[in-house]
Structures are given as structure tokens and as C-alpha cells.
């Protein structure tokens, strides 16, 4: 009983909230099939439950919901491989001293407005996120499937460390707000890390969080420190997969990053630093690329001119366009994220962060990065993934999160900036969230 008990505590109730009609038919819609192939003749696309049946001529049964696309480009839903849903949008002091049930429903909120952006699915890389994923599967809350990490693991002085000075030195076994919430887990040693590691796994993470190098937001560490040991890091990646899943690690720099894949992890987070020796290795051991546009185009205003996190965040900008051009030279398995913390205003932008990478891929490439390109990384959680099927792709058989857009976003990636204006219908799991067109 206490195993059952367990169980529904960490994994959440069945989703009877969410159950979807029995059939939707989608009619008159060209499809992008999320893998970069060209836009389909018009055709009709069934749903039967969570899942897309058949795509071409259908008719639907009595009591199916029917969209009448009228030309118009159905599309996987998009996914972000970079997330921290719960503190997104709220400023860092108030997450800092805000009561955590505020965070929370602030956090639902949140959600609810990154599934309306259109974004179906999303991998949380830091954050008590266990709890919002919990509802929004029982269909409690609404927003994208989560992917959640849990607390980022961290040394002291570390990314992950937002202790105030005041609070330093720690007594031992003390523990300062961050931690007591889990949003972060200080861990000084192989053994803290493997403990805190599977402290996460046991609350319910698909994959292992570990800040291996410095950070813009963060107060203590400048971006060129190498945070961890290689050893550190092993107990971490060791802790997942013995749970059949991974670590990724946040890291700027290439000391940071090849110590990391020195220690196996399978993902790196940023390195708009790196130089073309460590992209060539990254591409020769085939691990992934989470990347993010990080550029100084004014949308970030968070930092003040000349402060200390303005500084390190001018100086990661310098390195994104090399970043890419890396990525692409070595074709490394390149994933989409945006990484937003702590404002309202750029969580509002998550879709111009994709419409962005126009300056370094063609708008179908971009396309496939967030729709199948993405799905694969969230794949690589195994037997943790908390949404067994194919995501990412529209195809027989793919769960059912599905865009509907009123124009092609093949030619004009832009549409996806304006999801209000451009998204007409918004399907996840197979039932409508966004419906426009007809009803």
C-alpha cells in the first residue's frame, strides 16, 4: 500500500481530466511532418483519441470534433529543451523570498501561457517542478508535458548557489531556502553529488541537472571558473544512468565542457564559449547541443549596464554566433532552448526566440530543431520518459500535439513570434486548448 501510495505521489493521478474526444479530423491542412521535409499536398489528418490515426482522405465518425483548415499548415507542437518553468517569470527576488505556493501558481500560470504559445512539450532544467508536472498530467493545471530535472545540482559558489553571503559560511548540514524548496541541491563532494542525484530520481526526474561552470545570473562564479571535479561529475552521471537516463550539464566554457565529457555526460547546456577543438570532440563522442540565441538584440533587459552579471552576459553573447557556426560545421545533434528566467516580458517571447534562428538556420531547419529535433533529446531520458509514444512529428501513430497555422511557417518562421495571432488551433495529447477556426 505505501508503494501504491508512493507511486501516485511521485508519477501523479491518471489524467482523467485531460480525456480527449474520441475523434478529431483535421480537413484541408498541408502538413510539415516536423522532419524538414517539404509542405504536403492539402490532405486531412484523423486523431482518434491521443494519437493521429491517418493522414490522407478520412471521414469522420458521428460526434467527431472537425477543423476545417482551409490550406492552412498543421505542425508538430513545438518543444523547448530548455526551461525553468517555475521561475520564469517572476523577478529573482522574489523567488528568493516569495512564499513557494505563490512561485507555484505563478508557475501554472506560466505554463498555461507557454502551451497558448504553442509549445507542447518542454524539458525543465532546474526548479521544484515535480508538483506543477503533477497537476497538469492529472489535468489539475494546464500546460506542456514536462521533462522536469528538479533541483540543479551545485557546489558551493557554484551557478547553483543563491545563498546570500550573510549566509556563508553554512553550518554544517544547514540548508538555505533554495535547497529547503528544492530548486537547488548544494553538493561538495562525489558522495553529495551521487546522493542529491538520486534524491531527484527518486522524486520523479527523467534526467540529472549539474552545473559544471560558471554563470551569468548567478552571484559568486565568473563564467571562465570550472565548477565540480571530474570525479564530481561521474557520481552524477553514474546516478542516472543507473536509472537508465542522463546527466547534462550547464557550461560556457571548453575546460568546463571537457571535463564534463570527460565524466560522460551525454548533453551540454549553452557553450556559446567553446572553440572548434571541443565542438569536434563533442561531435566525435555524439552528444548533444543544447543551444540557445543568445544575443544582444535588447530583449534581455533584466541586468544593468555595467554590472557584474551585464558583464558575463555581453561576454557569452560574443561567442553565439561561433557557436552555431561550430554546430553546424561538426553536425552535431543540435537542440532549441530558451533558457528564460525571471521575466514576464521574455517568457512572452519564447516564440521570437525561435523565429530568431533564422540568422543561422533556413526556417524548416529551425522547424525540425524544436519539433523531432528536440523530441529526440527528450527521448534520451528512456525508461524515466514520462510520455511513452513519438512526439515531435506529424505522423501515424505520433501522440496527438499538433499547431495548427494560419500560413506557412516553412517560408516565414516569423509566424511563430505571434502564436496569439498566428496559432488557430492548439492540440496536446489529443485534446483542443485553442480553437479558432471552427468548432
Excluded at 214 to 243: I, K
Aim: aromatic share 8%.
Amino acid at each position: 500500500m505505501f508503494a501504491t501510495l508512493v507511486a501516485v505521489l511521485v508519477a501523479g493521478a491518471p489524467a482523467v481530466a485531460q480525456t480527449p474526444p474520441a475523434e478529431t479530423l483535421f480537413r484541408n491542412v498541408r502538413v510539415f511532418d516536423g522532419t524538414g521535409a517539404p509542405l504536403s499536398p492539402p490532405t486531412d489528418v484523423l486523431v482518434r483519441g491521443n494519437v493521429i490515426a491517418s493522414i490522407g482522405a478520412a471521414t469522420a465518425a458521428p460526434g467527431a470534433t472537425v477543423i476545417d483548415g482551409g490550406g492552412r499548415t498543421l505542425m508538430p507542437g513545438l518543444i523547448d529543451a530548455h526551461t525553468h518553468i517555475m521561475f520564469s517569470t517572476l523577478p529573482q527576488a522574489a523567488l528568493l523570498t516569495a512564499d513557494i505556493g505563490f512561485v507555484s501558481i505563478a508557475a501554472a500560470k506560466a505554463a498555461q501561457d507557454m502551451l497558448m504559445r504553442g509549445f507542447t512539450s518542454a524539458r525543465d532544467l532546474g526548479g521544484p517542478v515535480f508538483g506543477l508536472k503533477q497537476a497538469i498530467d492529472a489535468g489539475l493545471a494546464t500546460g506542456p508535458r514536462i521533462w522536469p530535472s528538479g533541483a540543479f545540482i551545485s557546489q558551493t559558489g557554484g551557478h547553483g548557489d543563491f545563498r546570500l553571503p550573510n549566509e556563508l559560511p553554512a553550518a554544517p548540514g544547514s540548508f538555505g531556502y533554495a535547497d529547503r524548496i528544492g530548486a537547488a541541491a548544494i553538493a561538495d563532494d562525489a558522495t553529495m553529488v551521487r546522493t542529491r542525484a538520486r534524491e531527484q530520481l527518486a522524486l520523479g526526474a527523467t534526467q540529472i541537472k549539474l552545473m559544471a561552470g560558471g554563470g551569468v545570473s548567478s552571484a559568486y562564479d565568473p563564467l571562465d571558473v570550472t565548477q565540480y571535479t571530474e570525479g564530481e561529475l561521474r557520481a552524477g552521471v553514474e546516478a542516472a544512468e543507473n536509472w537508465g537516463t542522463y546527466a547534462t550539464v550547464h557550461a560556457y566554457t571548453p575546460r568546463a565542457v571537457r571535463q564534463a565529457l570527460a565524466a560522460g555526460v551525454k548533453c551540454i547546456d549553452h557553450g556559446n564559449m567553446l572553440d572548434d577543438a571541443t565542438a569536434k570532440l563533442m561531435a566525435d563522442k555524439g552528444v548533444w547541443w543544447s543551444l540557445q540565441p543568445f544575443t544582444d538584440d535588447g530583449s534581455d533587459s533584466r541586468f544593468a549596464e555595467g554590472s557584474p552579471s551585464r558583464i558575463k552576459q555581453l561576454t557569452m553573447y560574443a561567442g553565439t554566433d561561433t557557436a552555431y557556426a561550430l554546430a553546424r560545421k561538426y553536425r552535431i545533434k543540435t537542440a532549441w532552448g530558451t533558457d528564460i528566467l525571471f521575466s514576464a516580458a521574455a517568457a512572452r517571447g519564447q516564440g521570437q526566440l525561435l523565429a530568431k534562428m533564422v540568422k543561422w538556420y533556413s526556417p524548416t531547419e529551425a522547424l525540425t530543431i524544436a519539433t523531432s529535433g528536440n523530441a529526440a533529446l527528450l527521448a534520451l531520458s528512456g525508461p524515466r520518459n514520462p510520455y511513452p509514444g513519438r512526439l515531435g512529428v506529424v505522423a501515424a501513430g505520433a501522440l496527438a500535439d499538433l499547431i495548427l497555422v494560419d500560413g506557412d511557417p516553412t517560408r516565414h518562421l516569423a509566424l511563430v513570434a505571434d502564436a496569439d495571432k498566428n496559432f488557430v488551433v492548439i492540440m496536446k495529447d489529443g485534446k483542443v486548448y485553442k480553437n479558432t477556426v471552427s468548432r
